[in-house]
Structure formats: structure tokens, C-alpha cells
């Protein structure tokens, strides 16, 4: 039994800069977690993920702007976000695969948080 509980959405200006927190309760520490996000419209999407070891996977459109990073004694994992722009508006989803699956996809992840908003304006 796991449960995710994202924090840290709003709304920033466009170029600024904002970090999603995501503490994952549970008995077992989680090996993979992600971070997904969905717009209206569109399929929900990768944006980063982390293993236990810190190694990370990027989407295309978050490589150079946003960072993954984890504290695995808080069973929390971070998204820093920079330079963002108005397309980086949708709702944010943090995502748990204690089944290992690499990289992390829509359907390999076992649990997920309800999702935080994060809206930047122009």
C-alpha cells in the first residue's frame, strides 16, 4: 500500500521557476518514481523519472529546464522546474513503480497521486 501526496503547484509567471514535491508514504521505499503531466486535450505524458541509484530519464521538451531528484530517507522525490513557458501548463501527477519498469511509462506505473496544477501565466 502506497500513497503519493503532491505539493508545490500555482501559478508562476513565465520564465520563473517552481519545485513539485512528492512524499510517498508506504512500508518499502519505492525503486522508480516519476513525474507525469497531462494538459487539456492531450495524453498524459513522461517528464522526468528517478531511480534508488539517481539515475534519471527526461522527456525531450524537459531536458536543460527541469531536474529530478529524490531524498530516499523522506520517501520524497523533487521536480525543479526553470524557464518555464505558458506550454508547461497542465496538471502535474507523481507516479510510483515498485515493479522497476525503466523508463517510466502511463502503464508500468502501480500507483499515483492525485496531481497538483501548474499554471504559468504570459
Known amino acids: 500500500q502506497v500513497q503519493l501526496v503532491e505539493s508545490g503547484g500555482g501559478l508562476v509567471q513565465a520564465g520563473g521557476s517552481l519545485r513539485l514535491s512528492c512524499a510517498a508514504s508506504g512500508s518499502i521505499s519505492i525503486n522508480v518514481m516519476g513525474w507525469f503531466r497531462q494538459a487539456p486535450g492531450k495524453q498524459r505524458e513522461l517528464v522526468a523519472g528517478i531511480r534508488s541509484g539517481s539515475s534519471s530519464y527526461y522527456a525531450d521538451f524537459a531536458k536543460g529546464r527541469f531536474t529530478i531528484s529524490r531524498d530516499n530517507a523522506k520517501n520524497t522525490v523533487y521536480l525543479q522546474m526553470n524557464s518555464l513557458k505558458p506550454e508547461d501548463t497542465a496538471v502535474y501527477y507523481c507516479?510510483?513503480?515498485?515493479?522497476?519498469?525503466?523508463?517510466?511509462?502511463?502503464?508500468?506505473?502501480?500507483?499515483w497521486g492525485k496531481g497538483t496544477l501548474v499554471t504559468v501565466s504570459s
Open positions: 507516479a510510483a513503480g515498485p515493479r522497476g519498469g525503466w523508463p517510466p511509462d502511463n502503464y508500468g506505473m502501480d500507483y
